[in-house]
């Protein structure tokens, strides 16, 4: 895993997550970073493929950049199915995160993104299946746990961290049974902490009014800092509720301060889930997110 440089006035640098400008594929993200004077990129893995893992590495190490975090594993906890399937489920969910691992490690990148699953059965972003899901969430985080437990040895061979990111609550039922900064705190507890962290997202934690006391408890767990803002009203589709930082109600500076007093000196990404930053022209995105970032994310110097 690649060291994190720590930026000179104290804190690590801007960072695009390739999420924010989601048409630009690994090859466009990575001269757009360095067109803007970026020093990281975050990644995922369906644009990872599509440009291929050994061009991806080679791109990012040409151009210079820190891979900030690769998005996304997770989904544990589909092995709460009853019998067969869910053992197949399980295994299957297990074989995927070693390879996101795995291509985490060639990537050095500085975490592999965790986004554990919703309930067993529930699809993300899907109506209720009539049969076959499973409504148990105790469960669905002691598989979490179970899955965690095979995992964090796997990555710590390898080098990489797995950060757990605790999701919004509106996203339990099918994307992450953690919902909070401190339940995905308790879990990581149980792991070397160079083997399993925590993400700190604004959009899923602004609300939580444990998240300054967990933040500090957290320390040197941390293994990302994500920004954007909360929208509100949320639309239609509540996963694109995410807006660019100052277009919502979040209070930015005191979580980064709260973040970086905890130790924390990796790279700030920007991930926006939004349709009309989508269809913006990516490069007034990153120039817009780069005057936000100092206007209204970092603390007042």
Known sequence: MSERSEGTDGHGSLSLNQWTTRRWSVAEAVDGCVRHGLEAVGLWREKVAEQGLAESVKLVREA?????????????TAGGLP????????????????????????????????VVGGL?????????????????????????????????????????????????????????????????????LGHPEEQVGVVVDTFHVWWDPRVFEDIARAGRRIASYQVCD??????????????????????????????????????????IF?????????DEVVATMKTRYEDVVLPVR
């Open 83 to 114: 019998g067969e399937e869910g053992r197949r489920a399980f295994a299957q969910a297990l074989e995927d995160n070693r390879r996101a691992i795995d291509e985490a490690a060639e990537l050095s990148a500085a975490c592999l993104v965790m």
């Open 120 to 188: 067993p059965g529930v699809k993300p972003g899907e109506a209720l299946p009539p049969s076959g899901f499973s409504r148990d969430v105790a469960g669905a985080r002691e598989r979490v746990a179970e899955a965690l437990a095979e995992l964090a040895p796997y990555a710590g061979e390898r080098g990489v961290k797995l950060a757990l990111e605790p999701l919004h609550p509106i996203y339990c039922p099918d994307r992450a049974v953690l919902s909070t900064l401190g339940q995905a705190l308790d879990l990581s």
């Open 64 to 76: 210079g950049l820190r891979v900030s975090s690769l998005c996304r594993g997770g989904f544990l």
């Open 274 to 282: 939004n349709a009309d930053v989508w269809a913006a022209d990516p």
């Open 230 to 271: 909360y929208l509100h009203p949320l639309p239609q589709d509540i996963l694109l509720g995410r807006g660019m930082m100052g277009d919502g109600v979040i209070d930015f500076r005191p979580i980064t301060q709260a973040v970086l007093d905890a130790g924390y000196a990796g790279d700030v990404e920007v991930e």
